[in-house]
């Protein structure tokens, strides 16, 4: 019974993490008018969809923010383990090594 009560807390903040960047992302795409749309959330992770031209700046926008830091959590952040394929559960590894060169390179020149 304690460790339910002690992973209690633990899930909850983590389900509220994922649901305030769930929120953030989903409006940053609006805002931008992006075709990208969040398909799915599913325990920590976020499955999004993107047509190709907007893969670069959909995965930027959604690594920026699942990574930025949790108030509630004195300020920690978490890595982002990003993939990018073409059918669920199918990762490319060259694409998504190029989508993470581009965000680095983003995140270096200021603009991510």
Do not use: C
């Not at 460790?3 to 209690?8: L, W």
């Not at 769930?22 to 920590?44: P, R, W």
């Not at 952040?77 to 983003?106: C, H, N, Q």
């Amino acid at each position: 019974m304690e460790r339910q009560i002690v992973n209690f807390g633990i899930q909850s903040t983590g389900s509220e993490t994922l649901s305030r960047a769930t929120a953030l992302v989903h409006q940053e795409y609006k805002k931008k008018e992006m075709k990208s749309g969040i398909v799915i959330s599913h325990h920590d992770a976020l499955y999004v969809e993107t047509p190709p031209d907007e893969i670069h700046e959909a995965a930027l926008i959604l690594v920026n923010i699942m990574e930025a830091p949790v108030p509630e959590l004195n300020n920690a952040s978490f890595p982002v383990d990003l993939g990018v394929g073409l059918r669920w559960g199918e990762v490319d590894e060259e694409a998504t090594k190029l989508v993470m060169k581009y965000i680095t390179e983003s995140k270096a020149m200021g603009s991510g």
